[in-house]
């Protein structure tokens, strides 16, 4: 397949990959402008850049992409491996680097009353939309409408079904303390950056005195941010997902422009 329908694929899939194109070249090199290569954020790569030590590099620049999202120009020198050239073709190289991230993913666990114009608001608002319930009646695109898959799992098997990365985001709004005690372990294990949690003051305090005993630590518990969303006195479902949702992009372009100075 060639790399550009390989690309296509990716992002149709949300798949993140990075496109690694040589733009210009000058002298004896080993791939000429137009050579492609397609990598993958496990570190797999379809077609080729020249091989060898650039390529070792940009592959190296490529994985840099998917922390950060940003393009790279990258240009190389191959005519003295001994001064720190990546070649001795006797040319230039550049390639541009170029990451295709998917769409930042909310979460929505929970598929009831507070669930449904979370997801609503969420798509509007561009993220990538999961919702998933144990209740099968309620995970489903008639009860719940708008969202881009549907996860009728427990919780504690949300990870074993999609990738939780550090552009997905949780959001737990469940119907009791009880699901959230199950559920909750699996998902501390995993490395997102926001795990929201609805609930009283009562309900969170019974929820950490369990999951302590059930040996999660403190440390742990303080990635959980409940109760969820910015305060703005929210009452109604509509108006405690406008609060949810603020609070989301308040924290996704705060780690933008983190990389962005990095």
């Known amino acids: 397949m060639e790399i550009i329908q390989l690309l296509n694929k990716a992002i149709a899939e949300g ?39 650039v390529e070792n590099r940009v592959l190296d620049e490529a994985m ?22 990546a070649g001795i073709c006797g040319g230039i190289v550049t390639v541009f680097v170029e990451p295709f991230l998917r769409l930042p993913t909310v979460v929505v666990i929970g598929a009831g009353h507070v669930g449904k114009p979370i997801v609503h608001l969420a798509k509007w608002l561009g993220f990538r939309v999961v919702v998933s319930d144990d209740r099968e009646d309620l995970c489903n695109p008639e009860a719940t409408p708008g969202a881009d898959r549907y996860l009728p799992v427990l919780m504690s098997q949300i990870p074993e079904e999609m990738t939780l990365d550090s552009r997905t985001y949780l959001v737990l709004v469940t ?46 518990l303080e990635r959980i941010k409940c109760p969820i969303g910015v305060f703005i006195n929210a009452e109604t479902p509509n108006e405690i997902a406008v609060s949810i949702l603020a609070e989301i992009i308040d924290h996704y372009n705060q780690m933008k422009k983190h990389f962005q100075r990095a």
């Open 15 to 53: 798949v993140p990959v990075v496109l690694c194109t040589v733009v210009n070249t000058k002298g004896a090199v080993p791939r000429h402008s137009g050579a492609k290569m397609l990598v993958y954020s496990d570190g797999r790569f379809e077609g080729t850049v020249g091989g060898g030590e």
């Open 175 to 220: 119907r009791g303390s009880d699901v959230d005690i199950e559920g909750l372990p699996a998902l501390l294990e995993t490395d997102v950056p926001y795990i929201g949690l609805i609930g009283s003051k009562r309900r969170w305090a019974h929820t950490q005195e369990k999951l302590l005993e059930k040996g999660i630590t403190e440390e742990a």
């Open 64 to 85: 840099h992409s998917f922390e950060d999202g940003k393009t790279r120009f990258l240009s190389y020198d191959m005519i003295d491996p001994e001064k720190g050239d």
